[in-house]
């Protein structure tokens, strides 16, 4: 593959990601993403938080042999190591500022100082190393320039930033095991240990230094130069000696605590510690035979997988590990897979540009290669259509454009359900006289009236204690709510319970008090020792029964009221067909009782 098509390829998923974007921001994380109480960590974050700042971790281990031990070897593998550790803390920065459900708070943390909160720490950490990478990378991108003084000075405070660094990049890493800590009850036992931060720290350094020697191994094929074997094999060597001491941390972890059992019990976490831990092994076998080490092929291969298994090792803590306990599923929507995949091309671009532009390897000759159709070619040489089309990077890039983010909108737009146009608001029925006794029932105004005789009914069905029978539910203190009140989607389902709301209400009425007073209230209405979920919730009826006439539990969820047709449906044609037989007419369940032209 030639550098101009893994840029074309690259490009792709960076609209793809773009158009993600676009619909979180003004979608929210409800309608782009599939998280909920039970899952609310999803792609975004673990794929592109989590574990790619993990894969990033090579640039603090390779700056601190290189640099702060002295090690002149691994010099050269020190500015690619430091460039991945600074776009992937980038992207991984930009990947939080979309997983957060408000995104233009993302200064809080500068300001709201919660220092008993694992997040606050991580938060400051990536903030502190994202801007060591900065400064690291500043004398690349200012050599050759005006700015010569900016330049000693940042070569002189270098040592004491990499110390920094360092010391950010640790406390990070295993910061970020020690938040599923507070879930022991909840994240399954395969994954679920006390030596959570120990683990993290490992896996990360081992696969984030075979994370620069594939980055290593790609350049040199891409450009066409001759890469230092020896020296990513000693690398490799490394890496498999602090994955092989992952492994045996794990596994004498499990043996501890009893919990090997679970790994052969045949159910999916256990399938999916099989993936994790088969990736990890396989790579420390191939970095274990000399011959492989010395090999270009076996160092890529081993590179991946253990890049596989530090992915899966992090999905199955953050998301696969905590399914079974919240008895939800978890599906990543289109829009969670395009920006999963368009923040690391994202970063791939802006690698491959300080490739071209900056002196950040130092590989070896160019290597010899016959010229392809592909490089060289025209496809018409009079008029030179194909290379003056495609091989002019603006022209190119546009087509791109043109091309890929029509199709991401259709497809976005066809998997969050049709768009806003599937979604009709209902309207409240019109009088058809000055005493409302007769109502014109036309939810969607499409002219397609029923006449529904209100006080008729009524009083044939027992007056006043008739009402329960269609207003089955009211909204708190009201009486014989409208359907449409709650049902105010001609089709699709709405949910009628404001959980802000609750949480204000709930925070008032037990004395809670503080900036956050309504996060106070969960323990009132949801279970300690379980997912935060509507299955872990108090009966909606043990404070609403008497001012909400709560009807006896029947099944039916009462926090989510369907679509406005299927209500009125169900309401009168089933009370149609008890009421047929009595009333002598077989007709009154047919349509055009109701609906007669």
């Not at 074997?229 to 009893?258: N, Q, W």
């Not at 420390?284 to 160092?299: E, F, H, N, Q």
């Amino acid at each position: 593959m030639t550098p101009r098509r893994l840029k074309d390829i690259l490009w792709v998923f960076t609209f793809l990601g773009l158009a993600a974007v676009v619909l979180r921001i003004t979608t929210g994380l409800g309608a782009s993403t599939d998280l909920s109480d039970g899952v609310p960590w999803g792609l975004w974050k673990v794929v592109n938080m989590i574990g790619g700042v993990a894969l990033a971790t090579g640039g603090f281990a390779m700056a601190f042999a290189g640099h702060v031990l002295g090690i002149r070897s691994l010099k050269p593998l020190v500015r690619p190591a430091i460039l991945v550790a600074f776009l992937g803390y980038g992207a991984s920065c930009f990947a939080l500022l979309m997983d957060i459900g408000l995104p233009h708070r993302f200064w809080h943390p500068f300001v709201y100082w919660n220092l008993h909160s694992f997040l606050f720490e991580v938060f400051w950490c990536v903030i502190l190393y994202f801007t060591v990478t900065t400064l690291e990378m500043t004398p690349v991108a200012l050599e050759g320039s005006r700015f010569g003084k900016v330049l000693a000075f940042v070569k002189k405070i270098a040592t004491p930033v990499m110390i920094f660094g360092v010391a950010f990049s640790c406390m990070h890493h295993t910061s970020l095991g020690s938040l599923f800590l507070v879930s022991p009850t909840r994240l399954h036992e395969l994954w679920y240990s006390p030596w959570l931060p120990v683990h993290f720290i490992l896996s990360a350094v081992g696969a984030g230094l075979m994370t620069v020697v594939l980055v290593t191994l790609v350049v040199g094929h891409l450009y066409r130069r001759t890469v230092p074997t020896e020296l990513l094999g000693k690398v490799g060597a490394a890496a498999a000696i602090i994955l092989g001491g992952h492994l045996v941390a794990r596994f004498a972890d499990l043996l501890a605590r009893g919990s090997l059992g679970s790994a052969l019990d045949g159910s999916m976490e256990a399938t999916l510690f099989f993936v994790e831990i088969l990736a990890t092994v396989a790579a420390v076998a191939l970095l274990a035979t000399k011959s492989i080490r010395r090999s270009t092929r076996g160092l890529a291969a081993a590179g991946l997988l253990a890049i596989l298994g530090l992915v899966m090792n992090r999905a199955n803590v953050g998301i696969f590990g905590y399914l079974s306990s919240a008895g939800a599923t978890y599906h990543p929507t289109l829009p969670e897979i395009f920006l999963a995949l368009g923040l690391p091309a994202m970063a791939g671009l802006v690698f491959l540009y300080f490739v071209e532009h900056f002196r950040i390897f130092d590989l070896g000759e160019p290597v010899e290669v016959p010229a392809t159709c592909a490089t060289v070619c025209s496809f018409e040489r009079q008029t030179n259509v194909w290379t003056g089309v495609f091989a002019d990077p603006f022209q190119r890039i546009s087509l791109l454009v043109v091309i890929v983010v029509p199709l991401a909108v259709a497809l976005l737009s066809a998997s969050a359900g049709g768009g806003a146009a599937a979604s009709i608001e209902v309207r409240a029925p019109l009088a058809a006289d000055a005493t409302r006794a007769v109502l014109k029932i036309d939810g969607n105004r499409n002219g397609d009236l029923v006449r529904f005789e209100h006080d008729d009914h009524k009083r044939r069905l027992g007056d006043e204690a008739s009402c329960v029978l269609c207003h089955h539910l009211d909204l708190p203190g009201d009486h014989a709510t409208t359907c449409s009140r709650c049902h105010r989607d001609m089709e699709a389902e709405r949910s009628i319970f404001d959980h802000e709301r609750h949480t204000a209400l709930v925070a008032a009425r037990e004395g809670f008090g503080g900036p956050v007073a309504g996060n106070r209230s969960c323990a009132v209405c949801h279970a300690e020792d379980a997912p935060r979920s509507r299955a872990s919730s108090r009966s909606c009826r043990s404070c609403h029964e008497k001012d909400m006439r709560m009807p006896e539990p029947d099944g039916r969820r009462q926090d989510l009221a369907p679509g406005y047709r299927t209500a009125l449906h169900a309401s009168c044609v089933g009370c149609h067909r008890e009421k047929a037989e009595a009333a002598g007419r077989p007709d009154l369940p047919e349509c055009r009782t109701c609906h007669p032209d």
